[in-house]
């Protein structure tokens, strides 16, 4: 039985699934760019906020599709992706190797 969720919680999962698209659409050598970039920025944006911010919430998902619409252009062939990111998909890989949960 699934839980039942709330329309905000509906609008992220529907903007995360569209982000994901949008980096499976992109050329092979950037897709792992993309994918690192859109689960870096959801993940961290997810643990800066309270889930009860509701303003915050509505303001990241105005932000977000505004970012997933510029990078859906055909023109877009790669993003940039920090070192940051890098040191993130690193500790998130060696964690779930060791079975403990990923954090932000």
Known sequence: MSARRSGLQKEVLSLYRRALRMANSKPPAARPKFMLFVRYTFR????AISSRDV?????????GKRQV?????????????SA???QWAEREKRQRAEGTEPSA
Do not use: F, N, P
């Not at 303003?55 to 932000?63: F, K, T, W």
């Not at 619409?69 to 992706?81: F, G, H, L, Q």
């Open 55 to 63: 303003s915050a919430i509505e303001h990241l998902l105005r932000r």
């Open 84 to 86: 940051e990111m890098l």
């Open 44 to 47: 961290t944006q997810a643990a």
């Open 69 to 81: 619409e510029v990078y859906e252009d055909s023109k877009v062939c790669d993003c940039w992706v």
